[in-house]
């Protein structure tokens, strides 16, 4: 029996104030609907716990997959969501994986939160695995080892891009450059030759996938590895 940890954010505007934010839906669900599926235990949680707001955009016709729709629309699912662990009741557990779940929304909350820092930093120093995707990949830039180096320092990885952010017409409202930021620390930034399509890469037990449309995709590769693993 696995137990995953499921990590989402808390906020919902952006700080202009002009357009609303939160999680990327489908960057949930299609994890979640896997780990169910195997009967493993999953945890929801947030830096604040409590409400996780959805970011409309992640609503729309054109990108709401059935998977999404399906839980969007389950009175069980919606509830879970919004009654989210807060992450200093979790920091302390222990997990097989640890999955950030991504959204614009997660640029506010996530870099900086000390026990989200302290989570990822344990969970990557046991060789336990530890996964982001698209913007949630922001969790990782200032998780620093025992050994004072940055723990994306040398790896490959992937996560939202600033061309990707221009395509999303996002870049005047995001409160910094997620690409610059995961060069800066020294890690490898491996992106789709076509941009808005999938891709994950697999670094050891460090997983991050690149957009949205990575996210079946991912939930597949975090299954595939975890079952690799004893126990």
Partial sequence: MKTILLIVTNVDMYASGRLKTGLWLSE??????????KGWNIIIASPKGGNVPIDPESLKPLVLDKISKDYYRSPSFMNELNHSKNLEAVK?????????????????????DTNLQYIIRKQYERNK???????????????????GEYLIKGKSMTGFNWFEETIARRK???????????????????????????????????ITGQNPFSSREMAKVIVRELEKQPG
């Fill in 28 to 37: 949930l669900t299609h994890i979640y609907h896997s780990a169910k599926e």
């Fill in 92 to 112: 302390d557990e222990v997990f097989d994986c640890i999955y950030l779940s991504g959204g614009h929304a997660t640029m506010y909350d996530f870099p900086d």
């Fill in 129 to 147: 695995m530890v996964a982001a995707i698209c913007h949630g990949v922001g969790g990782l830039l200032n998780v620093k080892l025992s050994n």
């Fill in 172 to 206: 005047k409202e995001v409160p910094f450059n997620l690409e610059a930021a995961i060069k800066e620390r020294g890690a490898d930034l491996k992106k789709s030759i076509i941009p808005m399509t999938s891709n994950v890469v697999v670094d050891k037990n460090l």
